[in-house]
């Protein structure tokens, strides 16, 4: 069974950083791409990064673009999400999400599925 | 960065009865969408995907069709766990990839 499981989030004042961890299982981790997702409270996900099965080819949405970075660690089978500058409007549920392929692979879009349980991300003074 | 639009906003069915969502996009996505089931605290649900392949272990009374801009997901015969909010996501070619705004189906 595959199984995400995020951890990291918490409560952040503005400007401050956050390192977002996806520990992944019951798959052949190296061979998927991963993507982190998120969901501000009331609202529809927001797709934010996706990175390669070998990281080398990675790619952010451009209201993180520059503060977002995404990368993975294929030994540990863990996938990370390292944010900076928060803003208010980063508060949300952050979500890593398996993609059905490695991107670098199979150069199609991704949907998502499964999604973690997810990690929250609050910005406030 | 492709606009998907949901509706409607919410859609009020009674248990047994059909519901039919909609997804619009904003340009032409093929059949490269995805539809998604969250119910209230949990983690979004794949449901469908290539507009139409029902994704492991989702009953057949969802089904999904639609291609280029406009999409629908049908659920048959509305049952009492059906009752949640439905998104659509295209990932047509590299990234973004974008999610509609949702349509929450509720009890009439």
């Known amino acids: 069974e595959v199984q995400l499981l995020e951890s990291g989030g918490g409560l952040v004042q503005p400007g401050g950083s956050l390192r977002l961890s996806c520990a992944a299982s019951?798959?052949?981790?190296?061979?998927?791409?991963m993507s982190w997702v998120r969901q501000a409270p009331g609202k529809g996900p927001e797709w934010v990064s996706v990175i390669s099965g070998s990281g080398r080819n990675i790619f952010y949405a451009d209201s993180v673009k520059g503060r977002f970075t995404i990368s993975r660690d294929n030994v540990k089978n863990t996938v990370y999400l390292e944010i900076k500058r928060l803003r208010a409007e980063d508060t949300a549920m952050y979500y890593c999400a398996k993609g059905p392929w490695d991107i670098a692979v199979v150069p199609l879009g991704n949907w998502f599925d499964p999604w973690g349980q997810g990690t929250l991300v609050t910005v406030s003074s | 960065e492709i606009v998907m639009t949901q509706s409607p906003a919410t859609l009020s069915v009674s248990p047994g009865e059909r519901a039919t969502l909609s997804c619009r996009a904003s340009q032409s996505v093929s059949t490269n969408l995805a539809w998604y089931q969250q119910k209230p605290g949990q983690t979004p649900r794949l449901l469908i995907y290539?507009?139409?392949s029902r994704a492991t272990d989702i009953p057949a009374r969802f089904s999904g069709s639609g291609s280029g801009t406009e999409f629908t997901l049908t659920i048959s015969s509305l049952q009492s766990e059906d009752f949640a909010v439905y998104y659509c996501?295209?990932?047509?070619?590299?990234?973004?990839?974008?999610f509609g705004q949702g349509t929450k189906v509720e009890i009439k």
């Open positions: 019951g798959f052949t981790f190296k061979t998927y791409a």
């Open positions: 996501q295209q990932y047509n070619g590299w990234p973004p990839w974008t």
């Open positions: 290539g507009a139409s």
